[in-house]
Nanobody, 123 residues
Framework: QVQVVESGGGTVQTGDSLRLSCVVS????????MGWFRQAPGKDNEFVAG????????YYADSAKGRFTISKDNTKTTMYLQMNSLKPEDTAVYYC????????????????WGQGTQVTVSS
């Protein structure tokens, strides 16, 4: 059984940084696409950043470009999201998601995702 566990969220002030982690267990990630999504209260889930595990080319939503960096540790089946220069509009629950095959644009098109980790940015 595949499990996805996110961690690293918290409450920070505008301009601060956070590093989210995502640990996947129960499968090797070869041929997997991974993504970070977020959902703010009253809004739909939103793509933030993603990568194909066997490819070194990450991709980002416009809102994340220049501030967020997605990375992975092949030895640990762990993915990270380094978030710098955080803004109040980044406040959301952040989800890590995994699927076999090509990336998709919405969380529910992924096979597995975790419970999420709350990020709150105060002004």
């Amino acid at each position: 059984q595949v499990q996805v566990v996110e961690s690293g969220g918290g409450t920070v002030q505008t301009g601060d940084s956070l590093r989210l982690s995502c640990v996947v267990s129960g499968r090797t990630l070869t041929s997997s696409s991974m993504g970070w999504f977020r959902q703010a209260p009253g809004k739909d889930n939103e793509f933030v950043a993603g990568l194909v595990w066997d490819d070194d080319r990450p991709y980002y939503a416009d809102s994340a470009k220049g501030r967020f960096t997605i990375s992975k540790d092949n030895t640990k089946t762990t993915m990270y999201l380094q978030m710098n220069s955080l803004k109040p509009e980044d406040t959301a629950v952040y989800y890590c998601a995994e699927r076999q095959g090509l990336p998709r644009s919405t969380l529910y098109e992924y096979d597995n995702w975790g419970q999420g980790t709350q990020v709150t940015v105060s002004s």
